[in-house]
């Protein structure tokens, strides 16, 4: 809906414009000298742009708005032709922005604006993320309903996490082929009616059907958030608004087992509660983004500039046609026939990515195969009800927020490190710090979990290391995302949209493994043998630190240092 009245605004102002100028005199986009002006409304000539490609890139940072070689120099006098390349009355006009300052790019937009949407776009985030943990605590219930084991009842779970990974890689080209509001909008609506199919399955093969399609719907908030983020923040606002989007996805499946924990506990209320509460957390957050989100990709809003601009110039019967480069990429089809493969491209060849990643999927692994383990580490050790064993789990979520709440501090860190200088580049090994800090963490958080879960310690010890890991969880967030959006620039959508696949497929298969690993061997040995994968791990971000910037001018996807 939100979107529909900035399609409408920018209608408006283009008319307004356009009237304006005319009445200034003579056809305002038919005149090098109007072009030179950007013709109020961000145009140029795509001929006249070839002609000081060489200009512009040794100059300005043209993906930026900022003002270009035509702009400056003004416009030689373009070729006549038309729009299917034969000599014709129309010049195509390419739509761009109108310098830094123009304020149809998100990143202009008033702060408030901004902190709204990403408040907005958090709450989305965070009830798709809640569905994933949504019924964990009913896994017992669920196995009695469905007659199957507690293993069999996990695939409820994992199929989910199967469903993320598998729509990662097309929800980030289907976004920047419509917008990212049609995405979120179209496939939270498909994602609600699947999880009111949950909440009706009659048995556990036709809920794991339905658990897949809700994990696939909820790929596109859950896999393009932080294209969202880059879409209206600059880098030094990134520090700010990163921690939050970072907190969203990690706390969001810890918190829903809080409130599983005790809906399940009452043996009179059916566990398909659990998925009611997923809907109506879920259907709130649809409603108020179907109200109030805003589209933030950039081409698609220079392509309403440039479809408004037709309406507007055809029935003044301009010898121009205006067009967006937006309209003119490649197909879906095309770039999906390029993204699919690119997940083994990049962990193959970009050491980055794989080190990032394997940290990640780590993190990925450990949170989610813990809405099993608690089973093991506080519920049989302790003896506790389901609602106590769910409610500690908001010590991860615990620590996840004591984190995000240092979000100022960062931002702050990030002003002072780019001398308070507007628009400022921020190196991209600046953003491993809150890595490097927290990363000892998590081998220590695991050894600690795993070798403290006796009955004659109090129970503070296990939720202390849960909270560390809390911590480090979302630190690691924020720092790989960060590093791969500055490192890969106009690649980091496709190198995120990898590892959010990788991920999400390797946690759901552990999912499964989960029980049978911590029945096996106990949770003493399951936290040992993940600890020790992490310990290799711990000094992975010092190290981007102190080669990184050699990795990325090697690499032909990261953006020269």
């Excluded at 009695?144 to 990662?168: D, H, M, P, R, W």
């Excluded at 003896?383 to 908001?394: I, K, M, R, Y």
Aim: net charge neutral.
């Amino acid at each position: 809906m939100w979107s529909v009245v900035q399609y409408r605004q920018i209608g408006k102002h283009v008319e307004r414009d356009w009237h304006r100028q005319r009445h200034q005199g003579g056809d305002p986009y038919g005149n090098s000298k109007l072009l030179e002006a950007g013709a109020g409304s961000g145009l140029r000539n795509v001929e006249s742009i070839a002609q000081h490609t060489s200009e512009e890139s040794s100059t300005e940072n043209e993906t930026d708005g900022s003002p270009t070689s035509l702009e400056k120099h003004g416009s030689p006098e373009p070729e006549r032709n038309g729009i299917d390349g034969s000599k014709g009355t129309n010049e195509k006009i390419v739509v761009q922005l109108q310098g830094d300052a123009d304020p149809l790019d998100p990143r202009n937009w008033s702060l408030a604006a901004r902190c709204k949407n990403i408040a907005i776009l958090s709450f989305l985030i965070f009830s798709q993320g809640w569905a994933s943990g949504a019924d964990s605590m009913a896994n017992t219930r669920m196995s009695e309903a469905y007659g199957v084991s507690k293993t069999a009842s996990n695939l409820s779970q994992a199929t989910f996490l199967f469903g993320i990974g598998s729509g990662c890689l097309f929800c980030g080209p289907l976004s920047e082929t419509i917008g990212r509001n049609p995405v979120y909008l179209g496939s939270t609506f498909c994602y609600l009616c699947f999880v009111l199919g949950c909440a009706f399955t009659p048995n556990l093969g036709s809920r794991i059907v339905c658990r897949y399609f809700v994990g696939l719907f909820a790929s596109a908030a859950l896999g393009i958030n932080g294209a969202s983020v880059s879409d209206q923040f600059r880098p030094v606002k990134r520090a700010f608004a990163f921690p939050i989007i970072a907190w969203a996805n990690v706390a969001a499946p810890m918190l829903a087992p809080v409130a599983g924990g005790w809906l399940v506990q009452d043996p009179h209320r059916s566990w398909h509660w659990a998925d009611w509460v997923t809907l109506m957390i879920s259907g709130a957050a649809f409603l108020v983004a179907l109200l109030f989100l805003p589209e933030t990709y950039l081409p698609v809003l220079l392509d309403w500039r440039a479809k408004n601009l037709r309406r507007v110039t055809e029935a003044s019967s301009a010898r121009y046609t205006y067009v967006s480069e937006h309209a003119e990429k490649a197909p879906l089809a095309q770039r999906l026939r390029h993204t699919l493969p690119m997940p083994v491209v990049y962990f193959k060849n970009e050491p980055v990515v794989a080190v990032l990643g394997s940290y990640l999927i780590l993190i990925y692994i450990l949170l989610f195969s813990f809405l099993s383990g608690f089973d093991y580490i506080f519920t049989q050790t302790y003896g506790l009800s389901h609602g106590q064993t769910g409610s500690c789990f908001a010590s991860i979520a615990a620590g996840s927020t004591v984190f995000t709440l240092s979000a100022p501090l960062l931002f702050r860190w990030s002003r002072d490190k780019t001398d308070h200088v507007r628009h400022a580049p921020v190196k991209p090994e600046y953003r491993l710090w809150p890595a490097i800090v927290t990363s000892p963490l998590l081998p220590i958080s695991l050894f600690w979990l795993g070798w403290t879960d006796y009955a004659s310690l109090p129970i503070w010890s296990g939720l202390a290391a849960c909270f560390c890991f809390g911590v480090v969880a979302t630190a690691f967030y924020v720092s790989s995302y960060e590093y791969i959006v500055d490192s890969y620039t106009e690649h980091s959508a496709v190198a995120l949209a990898s590892i959010t696949m990788a991920r999400y497929l390797i946690a759901g298969t552990m999912v499964v493994a989960a029980r049978p690993m911590y029945e096996g061997i106990g949770v003493h040995w399951t936290m040992t043998l993940l600890g020790c994968l992490a310990l290799p791990l711990a000094p992975a971000p010092l190290l981007l630190k102190w080669y990184g910037e050699k990795l990325r001018a090697k690499s032909p996807l990261a953006e020269s240092p």
